[in-house]
């Protein structure tokens, strides 16, 4: 096949764009209600807040990259897309592992994108293997 | 040596760690080594305990119910066993919420703060945040709003008013008074509109009463009141009368007042030193102060005496009235005087009645010697609510004579002018006839069936004031209103002695107050109606 541009790549990063959007609007507003409800002093609340958005920050690029680098059958984005994966991931495993209040909620959303993660690196190696051959 | 001093001193600056298991935790268990009732989780209780409660005081004790799963310590009586027994049980309990805590990384989060021990370092610190009345996480910013309304109100008409302490130059008008002994303490500030007055004992020497300050006029008298508080406005303190008193006790009011008399020293007597100061202040309606006046009794102090008794006494009274102390307002306050009065001549006058501090509704005073012709002029004001009973002895011998004696008599037990009428209210003006109560008077003889009836001459020997008052107002501040007095003069026959032998018959007045008060009736406001009417055209046009 001529085409070596990677279908389930491309649907799991537009899934993961969508999904990512409810992500962060939920966690911020599980952040709110933590403050309210509980007792969250503000030099804890801040390193959490400056982690989701630095999250959030990392997302569209990530995202774009990922789209180019697939489409365009270019390693180099991909390759790129796969750094800033990392990144997030990292982001990720804090808010579910070390933020001040971890709630059930948290630990179920940020699982699900720590696979939603692990999946797309998987994919965008098969997918930089692919074209470099 | 000092290291095992500092880590005493650490250990004792640091509470005791918090107990989290919930299996040793016990909020019933208030007495120490002794089993508390009821209490299930009491470690003190053994199952003779347990066998007589009845329930469990605390059936449950957990952590925060926001985590996820937490162990619980549950408690209970198994009724059914004989003997009960308690059952303790450590469950795993789970809160099924999408939001509960899995997992927190702030220890403090769902314990209590421990408290800062205070230490000379932080304590100056602690004291500004904790110090106050209420704490504030930023008390710089209440300050800085309390302070702002206050200077527009400093220039605005200051006034004194009921209570506030009346200032005088320096600092405030002194009445000095026992606190907590009866020795005098000069730091008790006169009120404004309090009208007090107070007894205490002062020490004083002889040789040093020139110099101590509080035998002196000059120190009652030296410092101005201001006409209101903060102001620049002065009044003087002018001395109204002197009246020195002797060392066995008669006052003589001295002619002249202007002259200041000063403590001395003469042939071992302490010369006017002060034994009294009254304060009379006048004021106006607005709460400002335009008179004062002090009236000194001085004394003379013998080489003996090791300390003196002064009494002081301060009232105020507004200008261009009468003072005529009110007893109450509107209702009678117990312990206050019960005001009575006169019709004048020629009823009914514009005036009213006649009210004024001679006329007062007494009662006979009992004295230590009880004798009733010696003990004439002691009498007692009738206070309103207090019951009171009196009497004195009367000695009959067989060359007293009856008439007279009668009317002796008749003035000890009423006094030299009783007063016809008795105002209703406290503050019944002597203007309105209508608040005005007429004292029902009755005579009553004692005739024993056995005594033969001949008119042998009466005299009273006991006079009975019954006054009769209800609760008049509302139900939630009931006023006290005088409605009925009444004074009954009992009179007996007298039997005189044989000659030579005497006879003592008692005689007595009392006052009995007797509330006739009818029952509260709550009045309920009519339930409000819903008044709903359709417009007038609006079957337009079908009708």
């Known amino acids: ?133 | 040596p000092a290291d095992t001093r500092d880590a005493a001193q650490a250990r004792a600056r640091r509470l005791p760690a918090p107990v989290t298991d919930v299996a040793r935790l016990c909020m019933c268990d208030l007495l120490v080594a002794q089993c508390d009732i009821n209490c299930c989780c009491d470690p003190d209780c053994g199952a003779e305990d347990f066998s007589l409660f009845t329930s469990c005081s605390v059936p449950v004790v957990t952590g925060d119910s926001q985590l996820c799963s937490q162990k619980a310590a549950v408690y209970s009586l198994d009724v059914e066993a004989n003997p009960p027994e308690r059952i303790f049980q450590l469950i795993d309990q789970v809160n099924p919420s999408v939001f509960c805590i899995r997992s927190t990384n702030y220890k403090q989060a769902l314990y209590l703060k421990s408290p800062e021990i205070p230490t000379p370092e932080n304590f100056d610190r602690l004291l500004d945040e904790f110090g106050g009345a209420a704490f504030s996480a930023e008390p710089d910013s209440w300050n800085l709003d309390t302070d702002a309304p206050n200077p527009p109100d400093a220039n605005e008409t200051h006034r004194y008013e009921h209570g506030v302490p009346v200032h005088t130059e320096d600092a405030f008008l002194r009445l000095p008074s026992p606190v907590v002994s009866s020795w005098c303490s000069d730091a008790n500030p006169a009120g404004f509109l309090v009208n007090q007055a107070t007894k205490c004992i002062r020490s004083v020497s002889v040789e040093k009463c020139d110099s101590i300050q509080a035998l002196s006029m000059l120190f009652y008298i030296n410092s101005s009141i201001l006409a209101v508080p903060k102001s620049s406005q002065l009044v003087n303190i002018s001395v109204r009368s002197v009246a020195v008193q002797s060392l066995d006790g008669t006052r003589t009011l001295l002619n002249s007042s202007d002259v200041l008399r000063l403590p001395m020293v003469v042939d071992e007597l302490c010369l006017n030193a002060v034994l009294g100061v009254n304060y009379h202040i006048t004021h106006t309606d607005t709460g400002e102060i335009i008179e004062a006046a002090a009236a000194f009794v001085l004394g003379a102090i013998s080489k003996e005496a090791l300390s003196i008794e002064q009494s002081f006494e301060i009232s105020f009274t507004q200008e261009n009235t009468q003072p005529v102390p009110l007893s109450g307002n509107p209702g009678y306050v117990v312990g206050l005087p019960v005001r009575a009065g006169f019709r004048p001549q020629g009823y009914p006058s514009p005036a009213g009645f006649l009210s004024n501090k001679h006329s007062q509704l007494t009662i006979l005073q009992s004295t230590s010697t009880q004798d009733c012709l010696a003990a004439q002029g002691a009498r007692a004001p009738v206070l309103f609510g207090y019951n009171m009973i009196s009497g004195c002895k009367l000695r009959i011998t067989a060359a007293t004579k009856c008439q007279p004696l009668a009317q002796t008599l008749l003035d000890v037990l009423k006094g030299q002018s009783f007063p016809e009428y008795v105002a209703s209210f406290g503050n019944s003006q002597a203007q309105a006839v209508l608040d005005w109560v007429p004292i029902t008077q009755l005579h009553v003889s004692e005739q024993m069936i056995s005594t033969t009836l001949q008119s042998s001459c009466q005299i009273p020997v006991s006079l009975g004031i019954e006054v009769k008052w209800t609760k008049y107002g509302s139900l939630v501040n009931p006023q006290a209103r005088i409605v009925n007095v009444t004074a009954t003069i009992t009179s007996t026959a007298l039997k005189q002695p044989p000659s030579g032998r005497e006879r003592f018959i008692p005689v007595t007045s009392s006052v009995v107050f007797t509330d006739i008060s009818s029952p509260a009736e709550p009045g309920y406001k009519a339930w409000p109606t819903i008044n709903i009417k359709l417009p007038f055209d609006f079957f337009y046009p079908f009708v």
């Open chain 1, 1 to 133: 096949s001529s085409q070596l541009s990677s279908l389930p790549l491309q649907i799991l990063l537009y899934v993961n764009g969508i999904y990512y959007i409810f992500y962060f609007l939920a966690t911020l507003a599980m952040i709110i209600y933590k403050s309210q409800v509980f007792s969250y002093p503000d030099d804890l609340l801040a390193p959490d807040l400056a982690v989701l958005l630095l999250m959030g920050i990392l997302e569209v690029p990530r995202l774009y990259l990922g789209f180019k680098g697939n489409l365009t059958e270019a390693e180099a984005p991909l390759g790129l897309s796969l750094g800033l994966t990392v990144g997030s991931v990292v982001l990720c495993v804090y808010l579910l592992l070390w933020q001040t209040y971890v709630l059930w909620a948290d630990m179920l959303l940020n699982a699900v994108l720590l696979s939603a993660y692990g999946l797309e690196s998987g994919l965008k190696v098969m997918a930089i293997a692919a074209f470099v051959s």
